[in-house]
């Protein structure tokens, strides 16, 4: 009997040493499979969140300097406009020698918005102008802060003014700002002369950006909204390719996009165009502003993404906003998204 036990045994229990040996470390390879697996996935998960992070949009007006809206221009089938190397002026907008053009734009955003910032304590205004003249800016905030002031009675107003060069600087600091402060951003580029053309078209924009608390929502998830502007990417031309898959990739609804917004973009345009037909062959609508509505200027990212925020109350979805600053070359590139009019209360 201790025979057969030793021939069968002995056997057995090397067997069983010398597979046991090779299994530790197959097991040892797997489990590290996993963790890196899982670690991989977590850090997407964190790079999504981080990427996806937004401006919550509760009203906005844009002020174009041609007879169409944002919201027309927004639409397929719409005979659009042509301006191309043109500066076009507010033809509404006449010189008055009772009141500046400027305070006129000022009162008119301001009726624009009152409905919208009923119930709100305080509001932020963020002034943006056309010019860097200290003297103006100065003169230029303290005629907001008389507008604004009379028309909005009981509403606390402070007033700042920004550089308009750091559009997308600006809003990628707010995105990780966390506080409870809603904020108004104004963005005003007139002609010095009145009718005499300037070297940019004339335009406009207000945009009411909700206490940056609501950012950690989901995009599209509070109500009443305009839209969200999400996290800004500064990209150059070359690597405009990859940076733009990784928006792509992260920030979209269902990775993709239904139109695109062109702003002092040049042969950036059609990079941009090509690759994301590369990405993802959709249907797409795709709007020159240049074309449209004339001669970029200072302003011209702000009235950009404005013009994207508008259009996306009728046409829902995910609009790419790309823009160029005066005398830089890195280009802007924004996701915004838009809430249709009867899903956030407002009348169509």
Not at 62 to 79: D, H, N, Y
Request: glycine residues 8%; contains cysteine.
């Amino acid at each position: 009997m201790l025979f057969w036990g030793e021939l069968v045994g002995v056997p057995i229990i090397v067997a069983c040493l010398v597979l046991g040996w090779k299994l530790v470390p197959w097991q040892r390879e797997q489990l590290l499979a996993e963790e890196a697996e899982r670690e991989h996935a977590r850090i997407k998960l964190l790079w999504s969140t981080w990427s996806r992070r937004h401006l919550v949009i509760r009203h906005v007006a844009t002020f174009l300097p041609v007879k169409e809206s944002a919201i027309e221009l927004g639409r397929t089938g719409t005979e659009l406009p042509v301006n191309l190397q043109r500066a076009v002026g507010f033809a509404w907008l006449k010189p008055d020698t009772d009141e500046s053009r400027f305070m006129r734009i000022l009162y008119l955003i301001a009726d624009r918005f009152r409905p919208a910032l009923e119930g709100l304590r305080a509001v932020h205004v963020v002034l943006v102008l056309d010019t860097f003249d200290s003297t103006a800016v100065d003169l230029g905030a303290a005629d907001a802060a008389k507008v604004f002031t009379s028309a909005m009675p009981g509403i606390d107003v402070s007033v700042e003014a920004a550089k308009a060069a750091d559009c997308a600087e600006w809003i990628t600091e707010q995105v990780d700002t966390i506080d409870g402060i809603a904020r108004l951003m104004v963005a005003i580029q007139l002609w010095d002369a009145g009718d005499a053309p300037g070297n940019f078209s004339e335009g406009a924009v207000g945009i009411l950006i909700e206490p940056s608390a609501h950012a950690t929502k989901p995009v599209r998830q509070v109500a009443p909204e305009a839209g969200s502007i999400l996290r800004p990417m500064i990209t150059g031309s070359d690597m405009l390719n990859e940076d733009l898959a990784q928006l792509v990739a992260m920030q979209p609804e269902g990775n993709r996009l239904t139109h695109l917004w062109f702003s002092g973009c040049g042969e950036e345009s059609a990079v941009i165009t090509s690759t994301l037909h590369q990405l993802a062959p959709d249907q797409r609508v795709d709007r020159q502003l240049d074309h449209m509505i004339g001669l970029p200027g200072p302003v011209s990212g702000w009235i950009a993404l404005g013009t994207a925020l508008e259009a996306a109350t009728e046409a829902a979805g995910s609009h790419l906003v790309a823009w160029k600053e005066r005398d830089n070359e890195t280009i802007q590139l924004c996701v915004v998204t838009g809430t249709p009019a009867h899903e956030s209360g407002k009348e169509a």
